[in-house]
């Protein structure tokens, strides 16, 4: 079935460093790719997607790009801010297209 | 404004003792889901709904029922909620292919 495996948190970086979340999916199909994020005490939001393999998606200085020949969804940002802490999934559509299977979550605390 | 709603946003109950958690959406998405989520396992899909009077288990279903009478409303019931029901429920919907999910802001229920 279709399954997606991303990093283990929690993970600690002082402000303005580099932060890279690796994600990998099971290669059923054609999936579409999202990242998701989730600000203590709120629902889960749309941060980035990419709908095909080498598409980049990228939204608030983060960025991820469709791999298919490693299928991979790395989530990369060249400088994180304490407003960056929070919990981070990452997602792909299922075989139906409606379905989407998220990856158990990465703790992200950005410390000044 | 596009969104989903839940409600409530928290609840503590008894074993045993009846609830529903309902969910609404204003964007006429076909596709809605519940989720729960629990530390260490993430998101973990509860029931869908493809549409109207359409609805399938998930991977957790046992202990839950849901009902899509209106395209709109996906109510989540707990016909005798046991202390492992105690999580963070979210409920989504979307329309399926590439477009993202959107999210309610969860509720978060204690079974004592």
């Known amino acids: 079935g279709n399954s997606v495996t991303q990093m283990e948190g929690p993970v600690t970086l002082s402000e303005e460093a580099f932060l890279t979340i690796n994600c990998t999916y099971t290669?059923?199909?054609?999936?579409?790719l999202f990242w998701y994020v989730q600000y203590p005490g709120e629902g889960l939001q749309l941060l980035l997607k990419?709908?095909?393999?080498?598409d980049k998606g990228s939204n608030k200085g983060f960025e991820a790009t469709y791999r298919k020949e490693t299928t991979s969804f790395h989530l990369e940002k060249g400088s994180v801010q304490v407003s960056d802490s929070a919990v981070y999934f990452c997602?792909?559509?299922?075989?139906?297209?409606?379905?989407?299977?998220f990856g158990k979550g990465t703790k992200l605390s950005v410390i000044p | 404004e596009a969104q989903v709603t839940q409600n409530p946003r928290y609840l503590i109950t008894v074993t045993g003792k009846k609830l529903t958690v309902t969910c609404s959406q204003n964007?006429?998405?076909?596709?809605m889901s519940w989720y729960r989520q629990d530390p260490g396992l993430g998101l973990r899909q509860i029931y869908y709904?493809?549409?109207?009077?359409?609805?399938d288990k998930g991977d957790v279903p046992e202990g839950y029922k849901v009902s899509r009478k209106e395209k709109r409303n996906f109510p989540l019931i707990l016909e005798s909620p046991s202390p492992n029901q105690t999580s963070l429920y979210f409920c989504?919907?979307?329309?399926?292919?590439?477009?993202?999910?959107?999210f309610g802001q969860g509720t978060r229920l204690t079974v004592v």
């Open positions: 989504a919907s979307r329309t399926g292919g590439n477009t993202e999910a959107f």
């Open positions: 290669a059923t199909g054609y999936p579409s």
């Open positions: 997602a792909r559509s299922g075989a139906g297209s409606y379905q989407l299977t």
């Open positions: 990419a709908t095909k393999a080498d």
């Open positions: 964007m006429n998405h076909e596709y």
């Open positions: 709904s493809m549409n109207v009077e359409v609805t």
